[in-house]
């Protein structure tokens, strides 16, 4: 059971509009702590996508935004494409495990 | 461009110690402001954090593992290690390395980036 919950799994067409929700708690999230994204394609190392809730790395595209709210993280996809076909995964800091943690992903299914 | 390289046996047998190099180029990992960190994902399943070090060799573990692992760095190689004693079969994943920007008593600085291609380590007699 992981610290960060995040739906198994989310689908949509192409060009269609998907989002991603981390749902924290009172120690992580909740408590101030950044929430950063990683996009994993299959059978590749995890690629960082956003940091610091909603900032976006050189290169990836603006199709991708992050936000935060209260206890819980989001990530939407826009103009939805094959290729953004991956596992999604959000990332904090627990203060009460005094650890970096992870959401159990999200596989996005490009229909 | 930085990149990261881990290598290592993919085999170990249980009860002994798992042990994994990454070698750092395009870069220094002397660099202030960056840990260097490992994280690993079983066949399957998600990211787990196991612990990330400082080139002066000031170290984070996760404390589930806090009692097995044992991460050193090597300034003159450009590397940072990990050891993971007593191996069970549910040691069996795929181990990264990666860059961790990460300052404790800032909230906003805790991310992974750039991360190695990531190598599989079978726990099995």
């Known amino acids: 059971q992981s610290v960060l919950t995040q739906p198994p799994s989310v689908s949509g067409a192409p060009g269609q509009r998907v989002t991603i929700s981390c749902t924290g708690s009172?120690?992580?999230?909740?408590?101030?702590?950044?929430v950063h994204w990683y996009q994993q394609l299959p059978g590749t190392a995890p690629k960082l996508l956003i940091y610091g809730n909603s900032n976006r790395p050189s290169g990836v595209p603006d199709r991708f935004s992050g936000s935060k709210s209260g206890t819980s993280a989001s990530l939407a996809i826009t103009g939805l494409q094959a290729e953004d076909e991956a596992d999604y995964y959000c990332?904090?800091?627990?203060?009460?495990?005094?650890?970096?943690?992870f959401g159990g992903g999200t596989k996005l299914t490009v229909l | 461009q930085l990149q990261l390289q881990e290598s290592g046996p993919g085999l170990v047998k249980p009860s002994e110690t798992l042990s994994l190099t990454c070698t750092v180029s395009?870069?220094?990992?002397?660099?202030?402001?960056?840990?260097w960190g490992w994280i690993r994902q079983p066949p399957g399943k998600g990211l787990e954090w196991i612990g990330s070090?400082?080139?002066?060799?000031?170290?984070y573990y996760n404390p589930s593992l806090k009692s097995r692992v044992t991460i050193s760095v090597d300034t003159s190689k450009n590397q940072f290690s990990l050891k993971l004693s007593s191996v069970t079969a549910a040691d069996t994943a795929v181990y990264f390395c990666?860059?961790?920007?990460?300052?404790?008593?800032?909230?906003?600085?805790?991310?992974?980036?750039?991360w190695g291609q990531g190598t599989l380590v079978t726990v099995s007699s």
């Open positions: 070090i400082y080139y002066s060799g000031s170290t």
């Open positions: 990332q904090s800091y627990d203060n009460s495990l005094s650890a970096s943690v």
């Open positions: 990666a860059r961790h920007r990460f300052v404790l008593a800032a909230y906003g600085y805790n991310w992974f980036d750039p």
């Open positions: 395009g870069g220094s990992i002397s660099s202030s402001s960056y840990y």
């Open positions: 009172s120690s992580n999230i909740g408590a101030g702590y950044d």
